[in-house]
T-cell receptor, first 115, second 110 residues
Framework: NAGVTQTPKFQVLKTGQSMTLQCAQDMNHNSMYWYRQDPGMGLRLIYYSASEGTTDKGEVPNGYNVSRLNKREFSLRLESAAPSQTSVYFC??????????????FGPGTRLLVL | EDQVTQSPEALRLQEGESSSLNCSYTVSGLRGLFWYRQDPGKGPEFLFTLYSAGEEKEKERLKATLTKKESFLHITAPKPEDSATYLCAVRQGGSYIPTFGRGTSLIVHP
């Protein structure tokens, strides 16, 4: 039981390059999330998927796209990377229990540097 | 205006010196308050979930409490290995999305 896994762990991009961050969970959770974490800003939600087949924008979606490939996998794509997207990206998953959306479980993160 | 405010931003303690971290929130219809621990270079790790005022949960040297406006994370006789950033998050009723505070960075000196 690996929980939430993310690939890659580190990535360096040049401005304008594209890349996809991959996330998978093995807890059979319905909901998945992508966050970015910057110093002094805390965790900010980029996109989320409440269930397979649905995706919605979070607080900071500009410059990103997502795909909920199946119940296990949720990818984040940067079409044209910008230095402002230099950050640490976390994927998380959670499920519905007791009439409430439950605890989120986080992956180890992807550290992205855009030059 | 932040819906979730954590204080202090940073806290330095001596080993054995007990203290508390605060998480105050302004959301209505609270459907869960979550505490996480985050070590440098790692993802947040779940500690506790609290659902209603008066609820308390404990794990080793940590104890989380909840009132109608805030939560406290009490650390009793901390050790250097308790050094980490502690994050608080809240969920409103009907929302898929939790709101996170900016965290408290705790350093425990031996």
């Amino acid at each position: 039981n690996a929980g939430v896994t993310q690939t890659p762990k580190f990535q360096v991009l040049k401005t304008g390059q594209s890349m996809t961050l991959q996330c998978a969970q093995d807890m059979n959770h319905n909901s998945m999330y992508w966050y970015r974490q910057d110093p002094g800003m805390g965790l900010r939600l980029i996109y989320y998927s409440a269930s397979e087949g649905t995706t919605d924008k979070g607080e900071v979606p500009n410059g990103y796209n997502v795909s909920r490939l199946n119940k296990r996998e949720f990818s984040l794509r940067l079409e044209s990377a910008a230095p402002s997207q230099t950050s640490v990206y976390f994927c998380a998953s959670s499920d519905y229990f007791r009439d409430s959306w439950e605890t989120q479980y986080f992956g180890p993160g992807t550290r992205l540097l855009v030059l | 205006e932040d819906q979730v405010t954590q204080s202090p931003e940073a806290l330095r303690l001596q080993e054995g010196e007990s203290s508390s971290l605060n998480c105050s929130y302004t959301v209505s219809g609270l459907r869960g308050l979550f505490w996480y621990r985050q070590d440098p270079g790692k993802g947040p790790e779940f500690l506790f979930t609290l659902y209603s005022a008066g609820e308390e949960k404990e794990k080793e040297r940590l104890k989380a409490t909840l009132t109608k406006k805030e939560s406290f994370l009490h650390i009793t006789a901390p050790k250097p290995e308790d050094s980490a950033t502690y994050l608080c998050a809240v969920r409103q009723g009907g929302s898929y999305i939790p709101t996170f505070g900016r965290g408290t960075s705790l350093i425990v000196h031996p």
